[in-house]
């Protein structure tokens, strides 16, 4: 069994309310899950990750963020390939994350969300 649940864009953006109405028209998403982790405020709305501008820098680098159902493979995986855990695995405010970054360069949170 796979364990990518799903893959999420990341978009940084300077509104969170002007910038939903768009991503749900192009998703077809009618719900939109806004929370916040440290000072960034974030909307999940279909397959996109919505990260308000303004206290955004440090998330800026990731490629994606990737919903597993389980970081321990994950964590395997990586370290086997030759990548680096940058952050965590950790509580998050959606489940247990980690930040990574792959041999060739590219960093990615994951998340675990088991119920995917």
Known sequence: MPNIA?????VVVDDLDKAIPLYQALSGAEEVQKFGHGSVE???VGPFLLLRAEGAEGYTDRTATI???DVAPVVRDIERAGGEIIEGPSAGPNGERLVARHPDGSVFEYIAVPNA
Do not use: D, I, T
């Open 6 to 10: 799903k893959v999420l864009a990341r």
């Open 42 to 44: 974030l909307a999940s």
């Open 67 to 69: 919903l597993v159902f």
